[in-house]
């Protein structure tokens, strides 16, 4: 008998990928609501900025997204990823007189899409020089938790429209597809 006939045959290898795709899927998921309970906490503790916050909690979306883009793609007509409407929100430097960017998140493939971090460039008169020299400013700034949140809110609906629920009555970790 060869060492190659005492390997173990998988008979199942749709099930096995399956079973794996489900348990990534599930990891990112459980990695994904931990961050965003942690950078919550560390905001509301002031230990972090909002942009750092934001920018970790759309760090972590965006793991899960890439996890999860193969069911989108090979699921349903496009709607959540392409047309969902997640929102518009004002990508503003906190600085008198600088202009914003009114900027519309549609579809959660937005989310991966979009700048990270997001730069709004203006020409600008710095006040710490005498007479006021006009030059080139910019500042970085990230969709916001709103944003975020509702793309979140999206996708797990979107994955239950897939059939890819937790049952939730027996209190267990299995997912189904």
């Known amino acids: 008998m060869s060492s190659e006939d005492e390997r173990p045959r998988i008979e199942d290898t749709e099930g096995l990928t399956q079973e794996t795709r489900t348990k990534q899927i599930l990891e990112q998921r459980t990695k994904l609501v931990d961050v965003r309970s942690q950078v919550k906490h560390e905001l509301h503790r002031d230990a972090i900025g909002r942009f750092e916050a934001e920018t970790l909690f759309r760090d972590s979306l965006e793991s899960y997204l890439l996890t999860i883009e193969p069911l989108f793609l090979n699921h349903g007509d496009g709607r959540f990823w392409h047309q969902a409407e997640l929102g518009r929100f004002e990508a503003a430097p906190d600085e008198p007189g600088a202009p914003s960017r009114t900027i519309e998140a549609t579809g959660l493939v937005s989310i991966l899409n ?64």
């Not at 460039?121 to 007479?131: A, H, M, Q």
């Open 114 to 177: 979009l700048p990270n971090p997001i730069s709004v460039e203006w020409d600008g008169k710095r006040s710490d020089v005498l007479g006021g020299r006009t030059e080139r400013r910019s500042v970085d700034v990230q969709i916001p938790f709103d944003v975020l949140d509702t793309a979140l809110r999206k996708t797990n609906y979107a994955l239950s429209e897939f059939g890819f629920v937790l049952d939730v009555e027996d209190n267990s970790d299995e997912w189904e597809i």
